[in-house]
């Protein structure tokens, strides 16, 4: 069965100290994964997704197809970055989402 | 403005007294979908409708239907609410399959039945 596991709820750094969310997937074909991003009273947003390897606002990820793992890294983290984080799993037609980690930087 | 807009943003019912989210979006987009997050849960996909009446069942669709007539809305119904369908409900949108993945969401629903 898909599913999207997220195993920190809670998550504490030190402004400029390297953030590290951790996502496993299980899943048998081939994934599409995302992370989500809830910051305070705005909407659930794309954060960025391992097709586009890309980096935005200094996070990357990248999957680990071999550990099936799709871990949210940023080298130096910043205030603006507390927010609510959820990893998610699309197969074609379902999303599955992780059950978030709740990300507080400390000034 | 593009965007995805619920109603209504809270309501508090009793049980049985059946009630409908609606869910539009202004952006012609293909897919929609509606979720329920739950403290220590996440968010759990309800229905999805991948086009106008399609419509399809994900994780945890029991008491609650959906209809999609219109490319723009994707209503929730829940005919017969219970107590534990008390939950912050989403709904999103995605462009097509090819863009799939990227889910416009909607502010978010607070429903309570007591």
């Known amino acids: 069965a898909q599913r999207v596991t997220q195993p920190e709820k809670l998550l504490s750094v030190f402004k400029g100290a390297p953030v590290e969310l951790k996502c496993n997937y299980s899943?048998?074909?081939?994934?599409?994964l995302f992370w989500y991003v809830q910051y305070s009273r705005q909407r659930l947003q794309l954060l960025l997704r391992?097709?586009s390897r890309e980096s935005i606002k200094g996070f990357t990820a990248d999957l680990n197809k071999g550990e099936t793992s799709f871990h949210l890294k940023k080298p130096f983290a910043q205030e603006e970055d507390s927010a609510m984080y959820y990893c998610?799993?699309?197969?074609?037609?379902?999303?599955?989402f992780g059950t978030g980690t709740s990300l507080t930087v400390i000034p | 403005e593009a965007q995805v807009t619920q109603n209504p943003r809270y309501l508090i019912t009793v049980t049985g007294k059946k009630l409908t989210v609606t869910c539009s979006q202004n952006?012609?987009?293909?897919?929609m979908s509606w979720y329920r997050q739950d403290p220590g849960l996440g968010l759990r996909q309800i229905y999805y409708?991948?086009?106008?009446?399609?419509?399809d069942k994900g994780d945890v669709p029991e008491g609650y239907k959906v209809s999609r007539k219109e490319k723009r809305n994707f209503p929730l119904i829940l005919e017969s609410p219970s107590p534990n369908q008390t939950s912050l409900y989403f709904c999103?949108?995605?462009?097509?399959?090819?863009?799939?993945?990227?889910?416009?969401f909607g502010e978010g629903s607070r429903l309570t039945v007591l």
């Open positions: 899943y048998s074909g081939s994934p599409e």
């Open positions: 998610a799993l699309f197969t074609g037609n379902q999303f599955y």
């Open positions: 952006m012609n987009h293909e897919y």
């Open positions: 391992h097709i």
């Open positions: 999103a949108s995605s462009p097509d399959r090819d863009t799939t993945g990227e889910l416009f």
């Open positions: 409708s991948m086009n106008v009446e399609v419509t």
